[in-house]
Structure formats: structure tokens, C-alpha cells
């Protein structure tokens, strides 16, 4: 029997994204975000919560950076807020040193701590003025032009300081819950009772396209421009869950689960690594996919130095029957979490979309690792909600034990891809360094390795999570 292990110098550590976090919405010059505006209209957000304060990180980089070291923790992924940099967005707008001394600063007292720093670009915080301007994503050229600036900005301000660079977090999410179902921001749908304005047939692949081009933008003047003298890595970070047939014995949900994950994730990887979209897509969506010009392909395929892998769960898929619906954005199929035995995926979460099935998780970066021709893979997030564990008195609620097995299950999972399947993964970042605002879902729904007392001004308390971790990966790691 082999013993599963993960490679020496393997880079681990917590996640975390600038508007979950940060809080001081109006300090130093920032202006609102699309996340800002959004969480002012009511019954968008649960509880009527914001970011506005959050955990209060732009005033506690130290006490962050303090419990970063506590764990352990080789490496940290945060993201900028773009409005503190460039607070109305666009490149011929002003850029904001006070924004930028900011992480600057935070960047070298990470280095100080002896902590790597991953820097995700964009994180959903899209300045608001881009979204009023000229309708952000939706407006290619202008879009992908402001990206390309914004990036280039962070790229001279940061220089060989950083070494890891995340283009966007999880374009799916902007694209098919900030255009399709209206959920996150800017809330667009063509659900006329939750948003006067989108098209949820359309603008979630024109969306989707514009974060492609900039990506690939973005990287091309990374390479170009700074990538010999700086020396980093760039890529962009994609979510998805794994896909378990209904029926195994059925081939039509066969290959319906094949199909989520083309739809899910292929959607962004098929074009960066293989220069096309997916055929199930073109097939179901046709024309209103948008068609590649062949300078925009130039730009997007083999615009990863590195695959960024969030990760949380599986489902189980069954094929529907007859023609999809117009703002169908699944493949034409359900997402179940039982399937045709009865049997469920995983443990009920906190988050209705979570359910944890390790197994799910060795099994994808093998199907991601095959289609792709075998990249180096860093995982950008990976964590779990506990179900209640808001409504928990303290002490209960720091022995997270129900997290510290996801944890446990999860990185053995990715031990064995790599050890047993051959998998090039070379990093984590857990969900999350502390609890945060979960964006539609308020502050109820915690992923923190950290409890972060909202009520009592910020105070942070690590979990029982925060302390093992540690553990789990000395584990795994090969020593030499
Ligand atoms: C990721 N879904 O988002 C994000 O990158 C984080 O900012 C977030 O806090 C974390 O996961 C936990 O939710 C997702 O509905 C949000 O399938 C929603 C979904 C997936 C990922």
C-alpha cells in the first residue's frame, strides 16, 4: 500500500477576498463597488448586512498577519479591491496611492512574517463607477481596456514582491449569479420581481467572454512587460463541484454529469487550454455564445501559468428531458443531493449548496488534469460551513470538529490524486482564514477557521480548524 502524500515545498495556507474582509468602505480615497451599491437595496442581502464593517481587516492587517503565523500557514490568498486603487475604475481615471501604500505595506509585512503572498486581482468588487459608466462586463472593449490598466497598475506597484497572481475569482459566480439569476451583484435576471433590468438568456455568456479576454489580456502584458524581471506565475481561479451520475446505470445521466462540469468550468478552461468553447455548449446555447475573433483566441489560449482550482462539493445530476429553457445555464439537467437509491451526497452545511464528499474532490482535478493536458495545479479555496454553527455558544462553536474532518477527508482526497493519480498540485488556500460576510447570505453562514465576534467588536478566536491544520498537512508532505 502506498502512503498518500503531497510534495516538499508545498505551498498551504488561507484565503480570504478584499470585500468579505476589509471593511472601511470610504477610507483613503476608496469609492463603492457594484458590492456596495448592491447590498444598499433591500432584501438583497440576508439580515440586511454589508461589508461595511466586516471584520474590520483594513485597521487589523497586524492581528490578521499575527494569526496567519499562528497557524502555521506558508502562504495567505487575499484580494485587492480594485476602488481602492483605481477608485472610479477606468484608465484614464486616477490612481489612488493611499490604496496602494496600503497592500503594499501588508505585502511586506507578510513577506516579514515569513508568509507567501497570492494576490486574486479581482474578487467581484468591481468599481461601481464601470457598472454606471458603461455597464462593466457587458461592454467588452472598454471593460477588457480598464482590466488591462488596473492589472498593469498592480503589477508595477507590486513588482517582484509577489510572486502569485490571480486574474479573477471565479468568473462562473459573476457571470451566472450577477446576470443570470440575480443573486449577486450587479443583480441582473430576467426575473422582473427581483431586478427591472438583464437578460438571463444572453448576458451571462457576454459576461462570461469579456472576463475571458481580459483574463487573457492581463496576462499577455504580465508576460510581456513583467513577468522576466518579476518573476511570478499567473492564472485564474475557477470553482466547481463534482458531478456523480443520478443513475450510474443510466447513460443519459452519465453523461449529463459530464456535461455539468463542462458547462460549470469547462465554459472558462476549455478556451484557455484547448482555444474553444465546449460542444454541449455551443449545441445548447448557439448563437447567443458569443463567436471568438481570432485575436481574442491569441489572447486567451495558454493564458495559464497555473490552473486555480475552488472546490467545495458534489451533486448528483440527472438528465432532463425535451428542449432546455432559454435561461438555462446547468446543461439542461438537475442538481440533486440524493440520488436514485436515496443516498445523500454528503452531511447537510450551512450552505444549502454544500454538501462534502472528499472523494469528489480527487476525482475532478483527475478529470481537470486529464482534459487539460496535465497543469500545475494550486487549489485557491476549499472549506465548509457547519450547519447552526452561528446559533452555537462560543465554546461549542470553537470545537469545529465537523470542520476539521472536511479538512481531513479533503486533503487526503488531493493527497491521493497526487500520489496515486499523478496530479501536479502544488498548493491550498482553506475557505477561509476567518469567518466573514458571505456575501447574498449575510453574516449567518460562517467559513472561518477563525470565529470573528461581530458583536464584540471583531474579536478573533481561533477554532479548533485553525490549530489542526497545521497537522494535517505535516501529514502529508514529503519531507525531502
Ligand atoms: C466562493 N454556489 O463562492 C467564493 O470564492 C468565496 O468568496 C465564498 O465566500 C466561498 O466560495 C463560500 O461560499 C461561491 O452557490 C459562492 O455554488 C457560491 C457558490 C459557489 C462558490
Redesign the pocket.
Known sequence: MTTSYLPKDFLWGF?T?SY?IEGAPHEDGRADSIWDTFCRIPGKIAGAASGDVACDSYHRTAEDIALLKETGAKSYRFSLSWSRIIPLGGRNDPVNEKGIQHYVNFVDDLSAAGIEPLITLF??DLPDELHKRYGGFLNKDEFVKDYENYARVCFKAFGSRVKFWITF??P??SSI?GYSTG??APGRTSDRSKSAEGDSSTEPWIVGHSILIAHGAAVKAYRDDFKAKDGGQIGI?L?G?WAVPWDENDPQDVEAANRKIEFAISWFADPIYLGKYPDSMLKQLGDRLPKWTDEELALVKGSNDFYGM?H?CANYIRHKEGEPAKDDFAGNLEILYQNKKGEWIGPETQ?V??RPHPLGFRKLIKWLSDRYGSPTFYVT?N?T?LKGESQLPLEQLLDDEFRCEYFRGYVGALADAHTLDGVDVRGYSA??LMD?F??A?GYE?R?GVTYVDYEGGQKRYPKKSAKEMAQIFAKYIKKE
Open positions: 484565503a477576498a468579505q474578487h467581484w475569482n471565479e462562473w459566480c449569479l443573486l449577486f481561479t470553482n463541484d475552488n467545495y450552505s449548496w454544500l479555496e472549506g460551513s475557505w477561509s466573514n458571505e456575501w447570505e453562514t467559513f
